[in-house]
């Protein structure tokens, strides 16, 4: 299984931008702050993560302004071929603040 379910603040975007075939691309970056529990210990954990967004998630996320809080679901690939770095790609955007009735906006496959 390769999921991943995050809430962080949008540091930075890149313009949108298309594929040859013609879908809306987005790029960004996420910063993560919590504190979680590893072998029974508290542990503060914060990074930032590269995220990309495909469609309708990439013009929704384009919308957002860097500092806006976000629920984010997603799955790890590599971000190239000869690349071995994770990126996040998203299936999954929840704005948390600035958005009056708190909408999902969600992509299915």
Do not use: Y
Not at 83 to 98: C, S, W
Request: charged content about 25%.
């Amino acid at each position: 299984m390769n999921r991943v379910e995050l809430h962080g603040v949008l540091v930075e975007r890149k313009a949108l931008r298309f594929t040859p075939a013609g879908l809306p691309v987005t790029e960004c970056v996420i910063r993560h702050e919590s504190e979680q529990i590893e072998a029974d210990r508290p542990r503060r954990v914060e990074f930032e993560i590269q995220a990309i967004a495909l469609g309708p998630l990439a013009q929704w996320l384009q919308a957002a302004a860097p500092g806006a809080e976000l629920q984010l679901a997603g799955f790890l690939a590599a971000r190239s071929r000869n690349g071995r770095q994770p990126r996040l790609h998203l299936t999954m955007i929840e704005f948390v603040e600035g958005n009056q009735d708190g909408t999902i906006f969600q992509e299915e496959g």
